[in-house]
């Protein structure tokens, strides 16, 4: 049963381009949670995400930043005119419906982003 | 969610008990108790969670206090492949919070052969 697999899992960008970071939430979950971890910094919550739905993008900075889960295929994080500051390792998470278990979420590996 | 205090950094002998303690004096009565671990360069993995009783998985025990205050996670036999961040969160049940979680500055815990 494989995890949650999030890729590329290292991707360089010259600033002003764009980024697409992609996760496969674990079989059977539909939802998704990306969270963004800064150099030295602690993980933060960016978006949760169910099948083609945005439920709380509350942790999305305003401007450059779009997620989306569609019907098929894998949840999408994008990031348009990558600036240094965006230098990040952003990590996807999934977990199953129902609310059970509220808190137990299966992430990635992550996705490394460089902004040159 | 509330707020969680935790020691920036312990040390434990490898094969001994790692005990980690987390204050979360402000918790509320609908709120849970988590413990992740981020080990270098990877994603944070689950450890185990509660409500007010303890609780013991293959991985460790959650010790939480009677008055919900306080809580700690029990490694019961530390290997070297235990060195992490451990991170304590408090969370609600349901609603829009579901899967939002506030990772802290953790316990860097680093194992010793």
């Known amino acids: 049963n494989a995890g949650v697999m999030q890729n590329p899992r290292h991707l360089v960008r010259r600033r002003g381009q764009e980024a697409r970071l992609r996760c496969s939430p674990m079989k059977g979950h539909s939802h998704v949670y990306w969270y963004r971890q800064l150099p030295e910094e602690g993980l933060k919550f960016m978006v949760y995400?169910?099948?083609?739905?945005?439920?709380?993008e509350s942790g999305m900075p305003k401007e450059r930043f779009s997620a989306e889960f569609p019907k098929e295929g894998p949840s999408i994080l994008r990031i348009q005119q990558v600036v240094r500051g965006d230098s990040a390792a952003y990590f996807c998470?999934?977990?199953?419906?129902?609310?059970?278990?509220?808190?137990?979420?299966?992430f990635g590996e992550g996705s490394r982003l460089t902004v040159l | 969610d509330a707020k969680t205090t935790q020691p920036t950094s312990m040390d434990c002998a490898e094969g001994r008990a790692a005990n980690l303690p987390c204050n979360h004096s402000?918790?509320?009565?609908?709120?849970?108790v988590y413990w992740y671990r981020q080990i270098h360069s990877q994603g944070p993995q689950y450890i185990i969670h509660g409500l007010k009783n303890n609780e013991t998985n293959e991985m460790a025990s959650l010790i939480i206090t009677e008055d919900r205050k306080s809580s700690t996670l029990i490694l019961p036999h530390a290997t070297l492949r235990d060195t992490a961040v451990y991170y304590c969160?408090?969370?609600?049940?349901?609603?829009?919070?579901?899967?939002?979680?506030?990772f802290g500055q953790g316990t860097i815990l680093t194992v010793h052969p």
């Open positions: 969160i408090v969370t609600n049940a349901g609603g829009t919070s579901y899967g939002k979680l506030t």
């Open positions: 995400l169910q099948k083609e739905n945005i439920i709380d």
């Open positions: 998470a999934s977990s199953p419906p129902g609310l059970s278990n509220t808190g137990e979420l299966f």
């Open positions: 402000t918790i509320s009565g609908n709120e849970y």
